[in-house]
């Protein structure tokens, strides 16, 4: 439990009722290094007994991904250190302008950045083909800068721990995820031949907890005339005869979008590993009046009342967004109903659309078929025009085949988002083993193609997430890891009621600092919120200088993969304002315009506003995980995902900060560390998927022949 003992200040301004102290930080002076109230030694999760059959079979045929991290020494030599606590300029190399309510970089020379001799190009990917574009658009500013010269051992760092991603090359969309027989699947959008967009296979993992993951044989491959330019994004329907129903967009030799119907060639198997498309594919064209390109994804199916299977796909007309529906009986055949789903205007290109309930009174997950008293509909849909997922809470009307969103000032496209920063094609699954609904997330690079090629792989996806209704307030989602990563936890820290004054930032002495779960709350003097002045104050996380503006009442947080110099850092904070009614507004936001001294990457501010009730503190989670930073506030009710690319910040130079900007404010901060383990994605031979069979079928029985 965290201490909730208050701290109090000496004579000398000095806290006490605390096993360290420390006064505020004078301007120039180094911040104070804080060592945890406790830090319990870490406790094994359990064992686990093997015959030595399989043991043996483990150890020959595993091939794991190299988890080792080396220390490499930065060049010291390269500019830019940027104290937090002033209104400073960003690294050398670059500036922030705001215009027309954008933000872009600019260059101001590149002195001191490693040249590798390159210029960074500009690429597109995807468009072209019919999908969204694949490739990291940066400012045309930055592309006329030199590459970074980007060191093995930096390239090295960024790939992750505990996330998923291939062991090299490209990866996109997550696909038809599903619990099997034991067996967590997922399916994923992969280039088996580049670190870039192209040649789209179905790569295919599996796992007992969502973390650890076993790489199988590629599951499709574009081999026939309906999928030969791309076998695309699809979902799973579990039958409930058994089957397994996996609908696919194919892209044909004409570059058609038409849907498919996949399924597994033996049930029995619970990896799943061989599967066989329809003879009669395709099974749908686009429909009249639909442009050949702007027909793809279809959803999960759901059961209707009159015993028939419906699916929607995305689409559009001119810029009005739609999601279309299909009803079935054998998903061999189709009928599409007169009405959509749902459109909205202005939205464009509906991709990746998902459909499925939520209990407003139960925070467990719901099957995809249930509908209603106490239920609201989640329709989601990734825009293509802005590569982000909205989503909107609604009621689902059968008969007529709509759904209805609650509130149209916040409908799909225009208002609620998963996750504010890079995360993009998701997709839901119903998890009936542990009556959850989970989502999964891609989130894309933020760096140049040229460093993706150097490294040899791209894009991961976020830590699977479990979704509900959030019963208080009503009114969105709430996003949270899934409980399986607490059990790769190591090395525990608490860092308790941390007085910070205005202009205060704090060293949390962690050791490693690139691995983290990290838990915090905070509380603010309620003194500076009563006499905080009604303000007409317009403030949002992305049209401002991150946190190193300040105001009364932020930004306070955490400060990750910082260096020690602060030349590199990446805050995750909190920003309040008081409205013209007296109310607070809070914000919650990621900066990463100081992430890194390199030039060809992505920077910006992300973050939206976090509801926060009476009665509740400020709380944060943030996942570090090398190159990705994942932050949920308020139980996540909003969430932001970051990719950062320090070349200072790194290994054993990471550090953690809890720091205080505002000018008006104390905050007190709890933070709670854990350090995560990594958790290899291996390899699969045939050998030991057999071995797998035999161990599944002695735990839950032969099926019947």
Sequence with gaps: MVDPTPCRYGGDGSLTGLPYSYKALPNG??????????????????????????????????????????????????????????????????????????????????????????RIPQVSRGKAQGVSEKASQLPNSVLRAPAFGWTEKQLGWQRTSYHFQPNQNWINDPNGPLYYKGWYHFFYQYNPNAAVWGNIVWGHAVSKDLIRWRHLPIAMTPDSWYDIDGVWTGSATLLPDGQVAMLYTGSTSES?????????????????????????????????????????????????????????????????????????????????????????????????????????????????????????????????EDRNDYYALGSYDEARGIWIPDNTDIDVGIGLRYDYGK??????????????????????????????????????????????????????????????????????????????????????DLGSADELDIMAEFGVDPGALEKLPPSNEEYSCSKRSGAAKRGALGPFGILVLAAGDFSEHTPVYFYITKVKDGSLKTFFCTDILRSSMAIDVVKGVYGSTVPVLKGEKLSMRILVDHSIVEAFAQGGRTCITSRVYPTKAIYGDAKLFVFNNATDATVTASVRTWQISPASILQVSVGLHLLLILFTFFKTGFPCL
């Design 423 to 508: 995360f993009y094609a998701s997709k839901t699954f119903y998890d009936q083993e542990k009556k959850r609904r989970v989502l999964w997330g891609w989130i894309p690079e933020a760096d140049s193609e040229l460093a993706d090629i150097k490294k040899g792989w791209a894009s991961l996806q976020a830590i699977p997430r479990t979704v509900s209704f959030d019963q208080n307030t009503g009114a969105n989602l709430l996003q949270w890891p899934v409980e399986e990563i607490e059990s790769y936890r190591t090395n525990r820290s608490d860092f308790v009621n941390v007085t910070l004054r205005a202009g205060e930032l704090v060293q949390l």
């Design 29 to 118: 002076a180094e911040p104070i290094l804080v060592s945890p109230t406790n830090r319990p030694r870490p406790v094994k999760a359990g064992l686990i007994i093997l015959s030595g059959l399989l043991l043996s079979a483990f150890v020959m045929v595993l091939i794991g991904v190299d988890n080792t991290r080396h220390v490499t020494v930065i060049d010291e030599s390269v500019p830019g250190h940027v104290p937090l606590l002033h209104e400073s300029p960003l690294p050398e190399s670059l500036e922030v302008q705001v215009s027309s309510g954008k933000q872009q970089a600019v260059m101001k020379g590149a002195s001191g950045i490693p040249d590798m001799g390159l």
């Design 256 to 384: 058609v979008q038409v849907q498919n119907l996949a399924y597994p060639a033996d049930l029995s198997d619970p990896l799943l590993i061989n599967w066989v498309k329809y003879p009669g594919n395709p099974v749908l064209l686009p429909p009249p009046g639909i442009n050949v390109k702007d027909f793809r994804d279809p959803t999960t199916a759901w059961y209707t009342s009159q015993g028939k299977w419906r699916i929607t796909i995305g689409s559009k007309k001119d810029r009005t967004g739609m999601s279309l529906v299909y009803e079935t009986e054998d998903f061999k055949h189709f009928k599409l109903l007169d009405s959509v789903l749902h459109a909205v205007p202005g939205t464009g290109m509906w991709e990746c659309v998902d459909f499925y309930p939520v209990s407003m009174i139960d925070p467990n997950g719901l099957d995809t078929s249930v509908n209603g008293p106490q239920v609201k509909h989640v329709l989601k849909a990734s825009l293509d």
